[in-house]
């Protein structure tokens, strides 16, 4: 494979990622948790398989551990930690990631 379809293929991929993340966020919204569960599922199952990297705001926008979506005060506690002098997100499920 050549590099430009290399990296065709890999801004499509991004694209249906960030799609999926999107359909994700609407379906939690309308109170569907597993299938927003299983859209970011996808998505991270399509990031793996095409090694591709997240821009941050991607990156940052579910729990590798349970799937779920991150929304502030609804899916997350967002606190920071003096000790680390950084901002700790925990999850519902009690997995936690500082930022």
């Given at each position: ?44 199952d399509l990031m ?52």
């Amino acid at each position: 494979m050549d590099n430009r379809r290399k990296k065709v293929i890999k801004s499509s991929v991004r694209d249906s990622i960030k799609k999926l993340i999107g359909q994700a966020r609407e379906a939690y919204k309308n109170k569907q948790h597993e299938k927003s569960k299983k859209y970011v599922k996808m998505a991270f199952d399509l990031m793996k398989k095409h090694k591709v990297r997240l821009p941050k705001e991607l990156r940052n926008s579910f729990c590798r551990k349970c799937f779920l979506v991150w929304i502030p005060n609804k899916t997350i506690k967002v606190a920071y930690d003096q000790k680390n002098d950084c901002l700790r997100i925990t999850c519902k499920c009690g997995h936690s990631k500082r930022v």
